[in-house]
Structures are given as C-alpha cells and as structure tokens.
C-alpha cells in the first residue's frame, strides 16, 4: 500500500556521485524494524505493539564506498514512562563485533504496557562510526501473563441485535498522565475514547479501516494495544467506548467448518489496562458487568453481505463524559474463546487512496458509478440534508453484465458475488445530526462498480469517492520496463494482490469466501516479498499455519481453517508452509522463521511422506491439482502435481537445512528427495521419454525439480518447445504449472519464448485479461476464461496467477539466483539478451536496498502497441502512439516490419497473424522514416484488416535507427553491504567493445585498461558473447560502446544440411535471425529477413547452441533437429538464418 516514494534512492545516488570528492563515509542506519515491523516514532506515540520478551530489531546500513561492510553495531534501548517525562537509558548493548544486521534484545526484563524507543549505530570496516539512527519506538503488551490472570471478563451485549455501543466512566482522584490498554474486540471492533475515535494505526500516519485481523478463534485469538496517552493526559474524567461488529466470527450467516462451541459469543470484548496518574497511582480498567452496553445506529454488519446503519438510532455524544447513559443496560458476562491470546503485531487493515468516479450513468431505477479499477474498499457517500428516512442503498459489483450472462444494458452482474450481498444500506435520521459523508463500519467490498438507488436528483463526482482497504504494507521498490503490456500486467498483479491482504492473504475480495487458501499464498509468495514488505505479515501467517498444524503434522487447505477445504490439505496447497520459508530465506536473506518452524516442517514433510501409499507416487493423493487451466485444456493428473509438490519441498527443506548448517538433516533431506526422484520417474515418465500427458506443465514441473537425465535433456527441451509451439504459443496450465513454466523457460535458454508466452494479447493470456473488449481488467482473473466462466467461479481479482511478477522481476530481466545463496548474498545478472525490452529496472528496499536496472541502446527497436494504450493497468482512450529510437538525435532509417491486427512473435521474429491490414508498413513507413520519433493511429477504424472491431487488436512494428554506435548498454547496480553479483555484459556480437565504470575506461578490446574499486574482470565468455564482471557491495553505472561487427553474413537453405561459414580470423558470435520453416526473404540480407506461416520456435536457440563461438558450423534440416513446426500443410521447408562474425574480445 504504502510509500511509493525513489527520493531516498535519488539521495543515495547523489551521494555515490560525489564519494570522489567528498571521501567514502557510512550512512546512518535505515529502515529500523522491530519484530520485523517498521517501528517509526510519531508525536511520541508508538502504534506498533509485541508480547515478545526478547525482541528482534534490525536494520539495514549503506556506505558511499565499494564493498564495505559492518564490523559492529550498537542499540541503546531508552525507557519513557509518560508523555512529560525524559528518556531513560533501559539497555545499552555496547559495541558488538559482527555483520550481521539483526540481534534480539537480551537486556534487562521489559515491563509490560510500556513504550521503548531504540536507536542503532554502527561501524565500518574502518571502524568509521556512521551517524546514530532515528529512533525506532515499540509498546509492550503483556509479557508475563498478566493479561490472563486479570478478572477481565468477556463481556457482550446479547439483548442487541445489531452492532453495540459498549462504554465504561472512570473517574480519577488526580489527572491522567499515561494511558495504556489491551483490547481484544471480536469479531471488528471501534474505540472512543471522550468522545474521540482512535483512529491511529499501524505503521504510523494510517487509519484503522477494520480491526483486528483474522484468526482461528479456538487456537489463539488477539489482542490489540492501545496507548491512548493522548487522549487522557491531563483529564480525570474518562470515557471508553466501544462498538463490536461481527467480522469474520459470523457464525450465523457463515458457519464454520469445524466443531466449535455454540455457547460462545459471535460478538465478545475483554480489555484490560491501566490508567496512570500524575501522583503516579494506577487505576485498573477491566471489562466486567459494570459496563454498559446500548444499541448502536448499525443495525446489521457482515464482512460479505455489507452493513445497514439507521441515522435515526444515533446517540449524540454517547462516548463523551458529558452524556448520561442511564437508560443503558448493563453488559452480559460472554463467552469468549478460552484459546491462548497474542499480540496481533502486524500492519492494520486502513483506509488508502481516496479514488473518485471515473464515469457516473443512470439506469431506470438506479446510478451506476465506475471507479475505473477493480480493488478492495468501500465508499464514502453524501448524506449531508437527506430527508429523514431517506434509503441510500449501494451494490458493489466488478463488472457490467453482458453475454453470456444477460444483455449488454448498463446492468451490472452479481452473480459471481455467490451468496455475498455485497449491499450497504443507510437510512437517514435527523438531518441536524447526520455527518457531511457516510462509510460502512465493519465490512469491505471487492468491485470497480457501485449501483445506488435512492439518491435524490443526478450523483456528481463530489457526490461519492471510493477508500481502499488492505493490510498496510510498504511497497518493495519498483519494477519497470519499455513494454507498456509488461508494466500493466504488473500493475494488475500489484492491485490484486493489495486487495486480498487483509491481515490473511485472502484469495478474493468480493465474494462469500475471502479466505486464505494456502495453495494461492504458496504460489505468490515469492511475487508478494518481491512487490511488499511482507516480513511481519508471513510472520502472522505461519504463526497461523503452525496453530492449525495437528500434531502429526497435517495442514488444512485453507488458513484460518474456518469454512472451505479439507484436511489434510493437497499438497498442493500445503506446500506453502515451506514454499514461504523458503522464500523468505531465499529472496529476503531471512532464516528466522525457518529456525523457529523447523521442527514443525520435518514433521510436515514426514506426515507428508507417510502418505505415499504402497504403490508409489503414480497413487499420491490431492483434490485440486493444477487448478484452472484453460477450459479447453484437460487437466493433468492430481496425483503427478501432488507428487511434483511434495519433491520440491523436499528439495526447499535441504536447502533451508544447508542454510541453518543442519549438515545431518540436509544430507537425509537431498538422499529422500533423490530416492522419491527415482519414484517420480518411474511412475510418471512414458516409453518415449515423455511425462504423463506431453503437456506444458508435463514438461515443466520435471525441469523444474531438475530429475530430467543430462543426455535426454536437449531432446526434452525440443519436445516442450515443441508442445508450446503447437499450443499456438499460449499458455495451457492452471496455477501450479504457470508457476514454474516461464521461469524453466528463461533457466534453459528460451527466455524469448517466455516472453512471447507472457505478452500474448488475445486468449489466453494476462494480455487478454487487460485489453479484452468485453471486460478489460484492472486485476487478474481466477479463471483464463473468467469473461464468460461459469456464475459463482469467475472472480475478477484473484491473486492465484500472479506468480507471472515474480517472474518479471527475475529471470525475465537477466536477474538469475544462485544456488545455496541468498538474493542478498550472491546473484548472477544477465541484462540486456532480450530483444523485446529496450529497458527494465527493479528495486527492493527491504530487507536491504538492491537495484537493477538497464537500458539497450541498439539500432534494431521492436515496438509491441495495443491498440488502446495503457497508463499502470488502466486502458486510456487515446488516438496514437509515439515510436522513436533510444538514442537521443538517432532518426529511423527503416521500418523493417509492421503489422496491425494479431501479429505475433518476438522481436527479430515478428511474423503477421490471422488479422493484419496489408497497409501498415506502407503507411507506418510514410509516418517514420527520416524521423526521430513519430505517432502511429492505434483505433482499428484506420487500419484496413479483416478482423471486427469486437477483436483485440494490436500493432507490432520493427524500425533501424541511425546511430554511431552498434549496440551499447547502460547497467546501474545497487548491491547490499555483504553481497556480490556476477554480472555477464553482452557484446551483441560487435567487432570491439569498451566497457565504462562512470567515465573511467575499464576494459578495451579484450584488454584490462585501469582497475576499478568493488570489480574484477573474468576471462571472455565466448558462448555467452559477453564479458563477466564480479562486483561487490556499491553502486555501479557500467556502460559499453561497441562497433559493428566486422562481418554480417546471411544464408539461407531449401537443402538437407546449412552451412554458416565466417570469414578467415573470426568466429560466429551473434545469431541475430534464424528461422526454420517458410522464412520470408523481402528486400535481402540483413534486413530483409522475418518469419513466415511455418516457423520452428527453437531455431534461434538450436543454431546458437550449435555454432556461436565456431568458424564453421553444419547444421541439419529436419524436425527433429528443430522440433514441431506451426504448419504442417507445406511440403517444402528452408532455413534462413542472419548472423554475426567478428575477432575475439579476449586476447
């Protein structure tokens, strides 16, 4: 949710810029956490709360210089009793040696329901001291049981229908001057305190949307901790108020799945605190029969259905000291849950991002009013001089009905909503007391769409505004990249993901489910850390799973395990729990949880393991399996992706064993997963060498685990190409083969295919989900074919196939992880091999800061245009869009390729699809050439192709730029103190290539010229075409400039055989076009090259793997060297293939 702000990132690269002259200096410690949790001290109040004894706090520190690092630290915990007080120092932990960026506090014991502030210094290598931090702050709940052993009762209000007022005076002997409770308020609750809502939350300058969060009730439920300090210093007549809605505990409405029991209460309130006084005497506050409670003006509340609040019930000033409640009735002794309590410490669920109508139109008897984005939230209405008994009633909905659901009228649909409401209603009371806007308490909505009836005369924009809500998490950085359909789909992602945190990872928002089905979290998991500050949050849901683990160690389907799903879960699904241990390890350099559940996942994966039954993993069990492909498309068996789950968590739990140094337990866990290895294969692999099916996932989950034998390997891979090329180059998996199929695609050597597969525009496909013309969305789909799936099943913004971000923000950019290393630790980057993107960036601020980003500049430019632009993932209503080169003052000497209508491919290999208007390199030739940048019509109303306007339709086009250079590249690293990469610079097969840090010359023509700080220079990589750098913790602005290569050459063959033959004293180092099948050869060589109706998808890939590095090389003409072709009514194929000859860098 939060802040999406570079300003720190633009400081530190200023910083970095003037290091030469200035000297190198470390910089004050950043981003300070306790217990995982940004902890930022505001007005001297800290909203962020732990019933941890000894917690952690960590913090991430940056140096101007090259590969520094930490060589010790120091936290000095300060103690403040009240606001008018002075810091006393609790805890100094001296100067402690080490690099480690994280310690748990081992000072003296805390006191509970008290607030700490701390500060981190640190040194550096040098023993240069950095600048003291600002202080982080926290508040202790209870720490010794205290909450437990009080006399607090539960206390509810059972002769109230609705939501109640619950209010209790205290009256003092002195004034307050510190105020400190523990609240548990089930299901939601609200806290006034004099007649003021406490709107605070966590992390700081938030306001609570709804509290708390959700947890299975009889295994641990929560408490909250307020320091209401400000509220009550200096007054000695108090009031506390409270409103209970019934939250997720709606047992009523929405039963759960398991054995409860039916005596408790739905809506319940235990507090207990202190009040203390400026003569520094306490006075207890405790929930008893004392309190009282009253009907409140929400007369119903419900998480899925929504809320009705009736004005006319409202009690003026009823949580003010000047109210007398004497016609109240006294609170009922509840019955609450007797599980353990926590403190619930992680982000609150808060209001964000106030929207306004995108577009408001009128239906017979209603106004409907779009937001222009499918999210999570509810609105605020006008209800400021309403009629007394005006009804103002609002359905949320996502998308306007049209077929095959009912007519295309405006309506909208609902029946996707299942039995979820999704309704709020106000009825207006006196218009003397009534509010300028109105919101809902206790409920939130999923939709982009609100219809409202009631409303007297015409809504106008100021009239209703939409507020989101999810949990309060930072954003992790940023990605980007030139690819507008790339950037929307993360965008997308981004949305959707946002909208089902809340306080769970939900799967959806706007339906009667909104749980946490662990096999969605599981698979987004490494996509959530990428994009939020997910620590505290995994942290509350493995608590959570481990809560819901039964001793043998099975884990249900769905967490909170309260309605859905089985136990024990699919493995599948399940597979989470280490899924996120891993993550966190692998992406976040975070092994605490995996120290704190370790003993839980061995007994997970030995439950897990015993359920193999006597005839092997062919029988494994599951009921899910790969969920949702398309439904063309037949499912592959349960038992092959239950099987596919249970090794790869086989194969995370040595690898997070390996990183715990747990020598004993890794070697068990790599001697099983090899042994279930050979089980995987015998029960899944065919004669032909093929698994079950010869789907995509068939082929991808293999590679994925790594069981593939090396010498059937290249086949393999040929035969998956294949498979993908016969499904038209779209995806065919559901949700567990997606996940694995686009990163197995980029590890060995098809990251071009990956991305065609990711950018398809027409279905199925993200890109169909945005730019369909039925129901383009803001948010990813549940189903490929959620437009028309069936009523109940087709959510329009489900997070399950969100994995695709992870993927972006990865491999897709040349960001590839090393094997027993964390991304933090050791990475390897590839940038710049993909024709497709000009440019890509992505930036994680937490843990630590890492950035990568890079910018081609080539002379070969491919632009990939839907035919409505997109600004994030929103379509915009725009005429044209601007083609220009990269280059600042380089003009567009040729427009190689152009189609408008369903062209495919990838850059170099752009070919026309079953739509194309015959006239588009015609005219974008007129509109381009000789130009340094042009705009090109995107409406289909201009283009003369043979497909509807009801199709999706885009425009691909291919340019040549003028340019003094061949094909440069600018790469910016940021890597952490402690980490390194390996960084492989591309040649592009140029004849010479310099290579810059900054200004300063590095490397020339196979030559070290000057050495630099933080790099070294490995020997050329003759099969990669690149130069491997290794470079350690710092900022780096690398560059290269190349020249031409010396030779580029064409062939092309109708033959048995190709041969490719460079010149005397050169080697083949670039393949720049290669196709088998029906290649088109228009105006020759180099240019004139592109693919035709039958194209192989391996041909680029086989002939790079046969002769790049060579001087001659022979290559066969047949499907089995190149595998399936896209036609196969032709009888005559040929090869043509464009490439690359120059002298080797290295001498």
């Given amino acids: 949710m939060a802040a999406r702000s570079t300003a720190r990132s633009l400081i530190l690269s200023l910083l970095f810029a003037i290091v030469t002259v200035a000297g190198a200096f470390p910089l004050a410690a950043d981003n300070i956490k306790c217990e995982g949790n940004v902890v930022k001290q505001r007005h001297g109040a800290c909203s962020f709360a732990t019933d941890n004894q000894h917690p952690s706090f960590s913090w991430t520190a940056e140096h101007t210089q090259r590969n520094a690092h930490q060589s010790a630290f120091r936290i000095i915990l300060y103690h403040k009793s009240s606001a008018n007080e002075s810091l006393t120092v609790h805890w100094d932990s001296g100067k402690v040696a080490g690099r480690e960026m994280i310690t748990t506090y081992d000072g003296p014991p805390l006191r509970s329901l008290a607030t700490y502030s701390f500060t981190v210094a640190w040194w550096d290598h040098e023993d240069v001291p950095a600048p003291v931090s600002a202080p982080g702050c926290f508040t202790t709940g209870f720490l010794y049981g205290e909450w437990e052993m009080s006399n607090a009762e539960w206390i509810t209000a059972r002769s109230v229908a609705g939501a109640p007022y619950i209010r209790r005076e205290y009256n003092l002997t002195t004034s307050a001057k510190s105020c400190i409770l523990g609240v548990s308020g089930l299901g939601f609750h609200k806290v006034f305190v004099n007649g003021r809502e406490v709107t605070e939350g966590y992390p700081e300058e938030t306001v609570v949307a709804l509290r708390p969060g959700w947890t299975q009730y009889d295994s641990a439920y929560p408490v909250n901790y307020y320091n209401l300090t400000s509220y009550v210093v200096n007054q000695d007549h108090i009031v506390f108020g409270f409103i209970l809605g019934r939250g997720w505990r709606n047992r009523q409405d929405y039963k759960p799945r398991d054995a409860y029991n039916p005596k408790e209460d739905e809506r319940v309130l235990r507090v207990f605190g202190y009040i203390t006084g400026t003569n520094s005497n306490t006075v207890s506050v405790v929930s008893d029969n004392t309190w009282q409670v009253h009907p409140s003006p929400i007369v119903s509340s419900s998480v899925y259905d929504g809320e009705v609040y009736n004005a006319s019930m409202e009690v003026p000033y009823w949580s003010d000291s000047t109210y007398n409640p004497s016609n109240w009735k006294a609170a009922d002794i509840g019955i609450g849950p007797s599980a353990p309590s926590y403190t619930q410490s992680i982000s609150d669920m808060v209001f964000w991002e106030k929207e306004e109508p995108k577009t408001i139109y009128s239906l017979k008897d209603s106004q409907v009013v779009d937001f222009g984005s499918n999210v999570a939230g509810v609105c605020f209405f006008r209800v400021k001089d309403l009629s007394p008994g005006t009804v103002l009633t609002l359905h949320h909905a996502e998308v306007p009905l049209h077929p095959p659901y009912g007519p295309t009228n405006g309506s909208l649909y609902y029946d996707n909503l299942r039995a979820a409401k999704a309704t709020d209603t106000y009825i207006a009371g006196s218009p003397k007391l009534s509010e300028d806007y109105h919101h809902p308490s206790f409920t939130y909505h999923g939709f982009r769409y609100v219809e409202v009836k009631g409303f007297p005369g015409s809504l106008k924009s100021g009239d209703i505004y939409r507020m989101r809500i999810s949990s309060a998490l930072r954003e992790n950085g940023k990605f980007n990249s030139s690819d507008p359909l790339v950037n929307a789909i993360q965008s997308a992602v981004v949305n959707g993901q946002e909208s089902n945190f809340m306080s769970v990872p939900t799967d959806c928002p706007q339906r009667s489910e909104r749980l946490g089905w662990m096999g969605d979290s599981g698979l987004s998991a490494d996509s959530m850390v990428m994009n939020f500050d997910m620590q505290s949050f995994h942290d509350n849901f493995l608590k959570l799973i481990n809560d819901e683990m039964y001793n043998r160690g099975s884990i249900p ?188 695609l980029s590890a060995n050597g098809y990251n071009d295919l990956a991305v065609e597969i990711a950018t398809q525009k027409d279905y199925p496909g993200w890109g169909f989900m945005l730019l369909n013309t039925l129901e383009p969305s803001t948010s990813i789909w549940e189903l490929w074919n959620s437009f028309n799936g069936s009523a109940g099943m087709d959510s329009r913004n489900h997070h399950m196939f969100s994995s695709v971000s992870g993927w972006f923000r990865k491999e897709m950019i040349g960001l590839h992880l090393v094997p027993g290393a964390s991304l933090f630790s050791s990475v390897e980057l590839k940038p710049g091999l993909l024709q497709d993107l000009v440019e890509a960036s992505t930036r994680l601020d937490h843990p630590h800061k890492f950035e990568y980003s890079w910018k081609q500049f080539p002379r070969r430019v491919c632009f990939k245009l839907p035919e409505k632009p997109l600004k994030g993932n929103v379509l915009l209503e725009r005429e044209e869009y601007i083609i220009s080169c990269p280059s600042k003052g380089s003009v567009i000497e040729e427009v190689v390729f152009a189609s408008f209508g369903t062209p495919q491919g990838i850059c170099g290999h752009l070919r026309y699809g079953e739509c194309h208007a015959p006239s588009t390199l015609h005219r974008v030739r007129d509109l381009c050439v000789g130009r340094e940048e042009c705009r090109v019509p995107v409406d289909h109303k201009y283009w003369d192709t043979s497909c509807s306007g009801s199709v999706n339709q885009w425009l691909y086009a291919e340019v040549i730029c003028t340019q003094k250079w061949y094909h440069n590249i600018h790469v910016n690293i940021t890597i952490p103190m402690g980490g390194s990469a390996k960084l492989h610079l591309p040649a592009y097969g140029s004849s010479s290539m310099s290579v810059f840090d900054g200004d300063k010359l590095l490397w020339k023509d196979g030559a070290t010229v000057e050495k630099s700080a933080g790099i070294s220079i490995e020997e050329w990589e003759s099969k990669l075409d690149s130069l491997p750098l290794h470079l350690q913790s710092g900022h780096y602005e690398l560059r290269t400039e190349t020249l031409d290569p010396m030779h580029v050459l064409c062939e092309h063959s109708a033959d048995d055989t190709i041969a490719l033959t460079c010149p005397p004293g050169t080697l083949l180092r670039r393949v720049m076009f290669a196709s088998y099948g029906t290649p088109w050869i228009d105006d020759g060589c180099p240019h004139g090259y592109s693919v035709g109706e039958c194209h192989s998808v391996t041909s680029k890939q086989v002939v790079e793997e046969v002769c790049v590095g060579e001087s001659k090389c022979l290559l066969e003409l047949n499907s089995r060297v190149f595998g399936f072709l896209s036609c196969s009514t032709v009888k005559l194929y040929s090869m043509a293939v464009v490439y690359a000859c120059s002298t080797q860098l290295n001498k």
């Fill in 557 to 744: 389907d769905v967490v909170p395990f309260y309605r859905g799903g089985n136990r024990p879960a699919d493995p599948s699904w399940s597979a989470a729990f280490p899924q996120i241990l891993w993550v966190h390890w692998k992406l976040l350099n975070n092994t605490k949880p995996a120290e704190m559940y370790f003993t839980s996942l061995q007994k997970y994966i030995t439950y897990m393991v015993s359920k193999i039954p006597p005839d092997g993993l062919a029988k494994y069990f599951g009921y899910y399996g790969d969920w949702c492909p398309p439904p063309h498309i037949p499912k592959v068996p349960i038992s092959f992706t239950s099987a596919f789950s249970l090794l790869f968590n086989i194969k995370q739990t040595a690898e997070l064993s390996q990183a715990l140094n747990k020598t004993a337990e890794y070697e068990n866990y790599t001697k099983l997963f090899s042994q279930l290895s050979e089980d995987f294969n015998k029960a899944f692999v065919n004669s032909n060498g093929t698994y079950i099916d010869g789907s995509q996932v068939s082929y991808a989950l293999p590679l994925a685990l790594d069981i593939v034998p090396s010498k059937e390997k290249s086949a393999f891979l040929k035969n998956f190409t294949s498979r993908i090329q016969s499904d038209g180059v779209h995806v065919t998996s559901g949700i567990i083969g997606v996940k694995f199929l686009l990163p197995v």
